[in-house]
């Protein structure tokens, strides 16, 4: 079945400064890339996502990029602000009832 | 705004009682999910169900079970509990884009 393979685990960055989280998937027949943010006692939010005929979208500070050759898709977080620290998953569905596949998910700290 | 509510955020049970986790969705959503996170493990399917009364096995099905009797409510029950099950449960509802209650913190002792 698919898989999804979430790195890194955990990431600290300066505010201002740049992140990006990556994903890999296993199942070529994947073509729904969400990406959730959960912030502490809440339950995730979905922030941004991409389907397979994208290569990248983009809403105001935050990117996604899709290269389905080699099966990974990345979140960009420009211009970091301290309340952008949160959990961030990955996911990947091949639009089976809804059904996604979520990666380990990566702790995103942004230090003032 | 969706609104996925779950009935209790903390929980604290005994090893072998029946423990029932209730979810309510306010958006007339055909497709209900119940999740588990662990740290390390992101977010793994327990069960889903597409409409009133179908279920389907997620990838971690075992030792739970669920019920759908009404569209908005979707109901995860543990049936005998054990420690392993000490977790925190999350509902979702929706299509391409899930909707996810707060969550249910659940320790089994």
């Known amino acids: 079945g698919e898989n999804v393979e979430q790195h890194p685990s955990t990431l600290s960055v300066q505010e201002g400064d740049s992140a990006v989280i990556k994903c890999t998937y296993s199942?070529?027949?994947?073509?729904?890339f969400p990406w959730y943010k959960q912030e502490l006692g809440k339950g995730p939010q979905l922030i941004i996502d991409i389907r397979s005929n994208v290569g990248e979208k983009k809403d105001q500070r935050i990117a996604v990029t899709l290269n389905k050759t080699a099966k990974h898709f990345s979140l960009h977080i420009t211009e970091t602000q301290p309340e952008d620290s949160a959990v961030y998953f990955c996911a990947a569905s091949n639009n089976q009832g809804g059904k996604l596949i979520f990666g380990q998910g990566t702790e995103l700290s942004v230090k003032p | 705004d969706v609104k996925v509510t779950q009935s209790s955020r903390y929980l604290v049970k005994r090893t072998g009682e029946k423990v029932f986790l209730e979810c309510v969705q306010d958006?007339?959503?055909?497709?209900m999910f119940w999740y588990r996170q662990d740290p390390g493990l992101g977010l793994r399917l327990i069960y889903f169900s597409y409409d009133v009364k179908m279920k389907e096995k997620g990838d971690i099905p075992e030792g739970y079970s669920v019920s759908r009797e009404k569209k908005e409510r979707f109901s995860l029950i543990l049936e005998s509990a054990s420690t392993n099950q000490t977790s925190m449960y999350l509902c979702?509802?929706?299509?391409?884009?899930?909707?996810f209650g707060a969550g249910t913190r659940l320790s089994v002792l």
């Open positions: 979702a509802s929706g299509l391409d884009i899930q909707y």
């Open positions: 958006m007339d959503h055909e497709n």
């Open positions: 199942d070529s027949a994947s073509n729904y």
